[in-house]
């Protein structure tokens, strides 16, 4: 079983839509983790760290769920520009080692 | 800030030739790495530096070398290149704070080996 594990897609979602998609994770112990988007034929970028309660950042919320052991990540009204691959980001227990899944790509379509 | 830095941005070499893959962060950051990326297998760390004169193993370290040169640089070298070491290298540098050690990534090196 890979570390971290996400649904490839591509998920297809209209303009203004709202898409969600899960991402789960082996290791019991890790602690942190992390949403980063990448763009075609780019470096990946931090989107929102994760936290234990939910967090929201404008149009993004990222919940974890420690007992099932999965983070996710839902886009309101999604714009044109929302386009992208995200890639789910945990770190283990120790040290400052990410381990990254393989990515969700999503497509928003006019 | 430039950030993380990397040359080159692309690469073709023949299998055996010899190579470094150059990286410098300007944000003194303690921690660096490199990864590579190929379809369908996302990131998967080569090589990692948590500070200035050590370097550690990652996920698939053969076939490859890393010199942390000072804080700011981290190279990687292939001493004989295969196809297999096709792929998209990524160099990063990450902050060190407790339970949120997120990572800043370098645009990448596109490498064919033939």
């Known amino acids: 079983r890979k570390e971290v594990e996400q649904d490839p897609g591509p998920f297809n979602v209209p303009e203004g839509a709202t898409v969600a998609f899960n991402c789960t994770y082996s290791?019991?112990?890790?602690?942190?983790f992390f949403w980063y988007r990448q763009d075609c034929r780019k470096e990946p970028k931090l989107l929102m760290s994760v936290y234990s309660s939910g967090n929201e950042d404008g149009r993004f919320t990222a919940q974890l769920n420690r007992a099932s052991q999965y983070i996710s990540l839902l886009i309101r009204d999604s714009k044109l520009s929302d386009s992208a691959t995200y890639l789910c980001v945990v770190n283990g227990a120790a040290g400052n080692k990410l381990t990254f899944g393989g990515g969700t790509r999503v497509l928003v379509k006019p | 800030n430039a950030g993380v830095t990397q040359t080159p941005k692309f690469q073709v070499l023949k299998t055996g030739q010899s190579m470094t893959l150059q990286c410098a962060q300007d944000?003194?950051?303690?921690?660096m790495y490199w990864y590579r990326q190929d379809p369908g297998m996302g990131l998967r760390l080569i090589y990692y530096s948590a500070s200035e004169g050590t370097t550690d193993k990652g996920e698939v370290p053969n076939g490859y070398n890393v010199s942390r040169l000072n804080k700011r640089e981290f190279s990687l070298r292939l001493e004989s290149a295969a196809p297999s070491q096709t792929s998209v290298y990524f160099c990063?540098?990450?902050?060190?704070?407790?339970?949120?050690?997120?990572?800043?990534f370098g645009p990448g090196t596109r490498l064919t080996v033939l």
């Open positions: 290791n019991s112990a890790s602690q942190s």
């Open positions: 990063a540098s990450g902050r060190d704070r407790v339970g949120n050690n997120e990572q800043f």
């Open positions: 944000m003194n950051h303690n921690s």
